[in-house]
């Protein structure tokens, strides 16, 4: 990554919006257009597909960088094509929660509109990014060839507090296609990734399934904690769920 490039790129704007999720990617993305332009608008789209604690991050984030945080409300279950959870459900929920960004920026005198897709994210197999392409929303990182690598090492040498954060897709991801997707499937996964999170879990997902199952998944590096805590982890999930499973393929 030559610094050079990424000054210039972003020195063209001199008040873009950033797309802000709270998560590395986003985080990175916004310290560059804060560190290189003359200002910058950061936008959390707040819906019911995210849990808690990644406004919370993005809070700090902003903090860190001093960039005040702008929140946009968003009922993205209002979408009948959201709820009904078809395969381009992320299609239906990018295009609703970033068409609120791109009007308020709009509002807000912004001169472009980015958002954190890096170099290694395939689009292919991501339908949200089609709405970004259709809102001509900016993915800098991906258009500069930054990689995932790259934005955690950027990330750590900013103290970015979100530098070593997991990967994270929203809440809706745990519930399988073609099933419904409401508002108490969606507080009763986060409620279990709550739990998870209380004992110590960094990367793994409780995933729905049908006859109200719970299937945990877990990096390998976290199984050892999971043979520890395996009765707590039955006992607090047994509440949500009727059963409870693990699945045995390395998240």
Not at 46 to 64: I, T
Not at 124 to 139: D, I, T
Not at 174 to 202: C, D, Q, V, Y
Request: charged letters at 25%; glycine letters at 4%; aromatic letters at 10%.
């Amino acid at each position: 990554m030559d610094n050079e490039t990424v000054k210039n790129y972003f020195c063209k704007y001199n008040n873009p919006a950033v797309a802000f999720s709270g998560g590395v990617d986003s985080s990175v993305l916004l310290a560059l257009a804060k560190k290189y332009c003359p200002s910058v608008c950061a936008y959390y789209v707040k819906s019911q597909l995210q849990p808690d604690f990644e406004l919370r991050d993005a809070l700090l984030v902003c903090e860190k960088l001093g960039v005040e945080l702008n929140i946009i409300n968003c009922d993205v279950l209002n979408n009948s094509k959201v709820r009904e959870n078809g395969i381009n459900r992320c299609y239906f929920c990018k295009k609703e929660m970033m068409t609120r960004i791109v009007e308020r920026a709009k509002l807000d005198g912004c001169d472009a509109v980015l958002e954190g897709t890096n170099a290694d994210d395939d689009v292919f197999e991501r339908p949200g990014f089609k709405a970004v392409q259709e809102l001509s929303v900016l993915s800098p990182l991906k258009t500069l060839g930054i990689s995932k690598e790259q934005v955690r090492a950027i990330a750590r040498e900013l103290y970015l507090p979100t530098y070593n954060k997991p990967a994270y897709a929203c809440l809706a991801t745990r519930i399988p296609h073609g099933s419904e997707i409401s508002l108490a499937l969606l507080i009763k996964t986060e409620k279990a990734e709550n739990l998870m999170k209380s004992f110590g879990f960094n990367n793994f997902r409780v995933r729905y399934r049908e006859d109200n199952t719970a299937l945990i998944q877990l990096d390998s590096s976290e199984f050892e904690l999971f043979t520890e805590k395996r009765k707590e982890i039955y006992f607090g999930l047994s509440k949500l769920y009727s059963n409870v499973y693990y699945d045995l393929k390395d998240r």
